[in-house]
């Protein structure tokens, strides 16, 4: 007679934030990779700029989102995204208990990720640029303007703010059960993708950072590795701040904005009707 098959209990706790911090780390890998391949590397080639453009860092890192989110996404729910946790929190139900403890470690793998970028591509930075200047910098975290073009960190944050607006409102959309969500497991494809059209569309006033978390820790990672203007922005101003309050601000505002114009408007599922056996789900 054979033993029967024992059920693993639920991770709880636990294996959610081990799958928040896997999660990130795998978006990080990606985002933060391609940028030094793309600017550092870049900078290397005969001519400049043989390794990719900014479409090349927009797709890295919207693949970067849906490899994450596949990672994480049935133990945790695969938020990766501090701005995400805290707007699900707030419209969604989920226990505010949970929203310091899964920030923590989405920033906590976002900072092991950038670490890992910063020792592989060690070599390749230095020769890119060997004072770890703002030139390089933004290959970790964000800069307004990217560091080239004429943004104050007001207008980076009013960027902030509108682009986590955009991203949290469509996540909403696409994961939506009553809405018209994705089919057959396609949900972290669309998510990438949404990142993607944010990197191609809302990139230039301050790096579509849209993530505390992503920011954070690759700025602290580079902080602590040589990058000791890493706080500040090019025009000298204390900048870290920006690409964390507008995105907070920015999720709360998008996920409002889909109660209000959609989630309040969307049908529920009719109760089958009297007398009639119900359809099993597909």
Not at 56 to 66: C, D, E, F, K, Q
Not at 177 to 194: D, E, H, R, Y
Request: aromatic fraction near 10%.
């Amino acid at each position: 007679m054979t033993e029967p098959k024992r059920i693993r209990p639920r991770s709880g706790l636990v294996g959610e934030l081990c799958a928040e911090f896997a999660g990130t780390m795998i978006l990080i890998l990606f985002g933060c990779g391609v940028v030094a391949q793309v600017v550092a590397g870049g900078a290397l080639t005969k001519p400049p700029g043989g390794l990719g453009d900014h479409d090349s860092i927009a797709w890295g890192w919207g693949l970067g989102v849906t490899l994450g989110v596949y990672v994480a996404a049935r133990l945790s729910g695969a938020h990766i995204n501090p701005a995400v946790t805290l707007s699900l929190a707030a419209f969604k139900g989920f226990p505010w208990s949970k929203v310091l403890p899964y920030t923590l470690a989405q920033t906590f793998g976002a900072f092991v990720a950038a670490l890992l970028v910063r020792w592989n591509y060690t070599e390749v930075l230095a020769g890119a640029d060997p004072g770890h200047t703002f030139k390089t910098q933004f290959v970790f975290s964000t800069l307004p303007g990217n560091g080239a073009l004429p943004v104050s960190e007001w207008g980076a944050l009013r960027d902030q703010i509108i682009g986590t607006a955009i991203l949290v409102l469509l996540i909403f959309a696409v994961t939506d059960v009553l809405n018209s969500a994705p089919k057959a497991n396609l949900g972290p494809f669309i998510t990438g993708l949404i990142v993607v059209a944010i990197g191609m569309a809302w990139g230039a006033d301050a790096g579509y950072a849209i993530n505390p978390a992503r920011d954070f820790g690759p700025r602290l990672a580079s902080f602590i590795t040589g990058y000791h203007s890493a706080w500040r922005d090019q025009y000298g101003n204390l900048y870290f701040w920006v690409p964390i309050v507008g995105p907070l601000v920015g999720g709360l505002a998008g996920a409002a904005l889909y109660k209000v114009l959609i989630s309040r408007y969307l049908p529920m599922p009719a109760p089958p009707e009297p007398g009639r056996t119900p359809v099993p789900e597909t």
